[in-house]
């Protein structure tokens, strides 16, 4: 009867340690998990070594400084060979590299990619039939422009025109500047003829999901290491014995030894590494 009487306390006492507010949503799972755990614990403390206490916390610890995303530069060459598209994709990536130099920013360039088009054939039908009769003037120039293209177009020895066209495409990734230097940088890479760049910052903004995201291991780029990870757990440690003193204190014990700890969930909110912990600690006798 007297053990069954401790097992209803020790259950009590671990069922009444109250969580830290306000309560993030990442950790929600925390109570969820520390309420099966703590009732097994609570039932064999009990029988083997007496009541303890049974807490959860949340620790903290800064997230290192992020890498910036980098942007994102796709140059293509073109030219009726590769050799000559090669060329062209060579003169426009030095300007590019020039923009960069004066920024004081690194240049990945990746693999080369080819292409061959075969474009529609210019031929005087198509040209008088595209031309818009309903205004005589306008159409009169355009008639001319006709004349001068037909005479100007080449003909290959069979009689036709050589339509073929090899692209030489390549994708750059740049450093962000500065953000107060990024304005000037961007308008330096169109100086430099850029027409594709692709900031990679404009992605879907995932807002109050990021933490959840990160516990599905889609978040690679904030994972902060182990090192952290131990700092916001040991943090939390602290706080779970912070609560169970004040808890102890109020039922006229004295707190004893970390009996054991469980780490219930591992996130971040963005600045900082989150990890949610429960602690059993012991009374001394």
């Given at each position: 009867m007297n053990r069954l009487a401790a097992a209803v306390a020790a259950a009590t006492l671990a069922i009444v340690t109250p969580v830290a507010a306000p309560v993030a949503a990442q950790d929600i799972a925390g109570p969820v998990a520390a309420a099966v755990d703590q009732?097994?614990?609570?039932?064999?403390?009990?029988?083997?070594?007496?009541?303890?206490?049974?807490?959860?916390?949340?620790?903290?610890?800064?997230?290192?400084?992020?890498?910036?995303?980098?942007?994102?530069?796709?140059?293509?060459?073109?030219?009726?060979?590769?050799?000559?598209?090669?060329?062209?994709?060579?003169?426009q990536l030095e300007r590019v590299r020039s923009v960069a130099n004066r920024f004081d920013v690194a240049v990945e360039v990746g693999a080369t990619s080819y292409a061959i088009a075969e474009a529609e054939a210019w031929t005087m039908d198509s040209a008088i039939s595209a031309i818009d009769w309903s205004d005589p003037v306008l159409a009169a120039d355009a008639a001319a422009d006709a004349v001068e293209d037909a005479a100007a177009a080449p003909a290959a020895a069979d009689g036709a025109s050589d339509t073929r066209t090899v692209t030489a495409s390549?994708?750059?990734?740049?450093?962000?500047?500065?953000?107060?230097?990024?304005?000037?940088?961007?308008?330096?890479?169109?100086?430099?003829?850029?027409?594709?760049?692709?900031?990679?910052?404009?992605?879907?903004?995932?807002?109050?999901?990021?933490?959840?995201?990160?516990?599905?291991?889609?978040?690679?780029?904030?994972?902060?290491?182990?090192?952290?990870?131990?700092?916001?757990?040991?943090?939390?440690?602290?706080?779970?014995?912070?609560?169970?003193?004040?808890?102890?204190?109020?039922?006229?014990?004295?707190?004893g030894p970390v009996r054991y700890v469980s780490v219930?969930?591992?996130?971040?909110?963005?600045?900082n590494a989150l990890v949610s912990v429960a602690v059993r600690f012991g009374f001394e006798e």
């Amino acid at each position: 009867m007297n053990r069954l009487a401790a097992a209803v306390a020790a259950a009590t006492l671990a069922i009444v340690t109250p969580v830290a507010a306000p309560v993030a949503a990442q950790d929600i799972a925390g109570p969820v998990a520390a309420a099966v755990d703590q009732f097994g614990q609570g039932m064999a403390e009990s029988m083997t070594g007496g009541p303890g206490l049974f807490v959860t916390a949340r620790g903290e610890a800064p997230l290192p400084a992020a890498a910036s995303s980098p942007m994102t530069v796709t140059i293509r060459g073109s030219g009726k060979t590769a050799v000559e598209a090669v060329a062209d994709r060579n003169a426009q990536l030095e300007r590019v590299r020039s923009v960069a130099n004066r920024f004081d920013v690194a240049v990945e360039v990746g693999a080369t990619s080819y292409a061959i088009a075969e474009a529609e054939a210019w031929t005087m039908d198509s040209a008088i039939s595209a031309i818009d009769w309903s205004d005589p003037v306008l159409a009169a120039d355009a008639a001319a422009d006709a004349v001068e293209d037909a005479a100007a177009a080449p003909a290959a020895a069979d009689g036709a025109s050589d339509t073929r066209t090899v692209t030489a495409s390549v994708q750059v990734k740049l450093d962000r500047p500065n953000e107060s230097r990024l304005p000037e940088f961007v308008d330096a890479l169109v100086e430099a003829g850029v027409t594709n760049l692709d900031d990679s910052l404009n992605g879907l903004n995932l807002g109050a999901m990021a933490p959840f995201v990160s516990l599905l291991g889609l978040d690679a780029t904030r994972d902060p290491g182990e090192p952290v990870w131990h700092q916001a757990t040991a943090d939390g440690v602290r706080k779970a014995r912070a609560q169970a003193e004040a808890i102890a204190e109020a039922s006229g014990r004295r707190l004893g030894p970390v009996r054991y700890v469980s780490v219930l969930m591992r996130s971040h909110d963005g600045e900082n590494a989150l990890v949610s912990v429960a602690v059993r600690f012991g009374f001394e006798e």
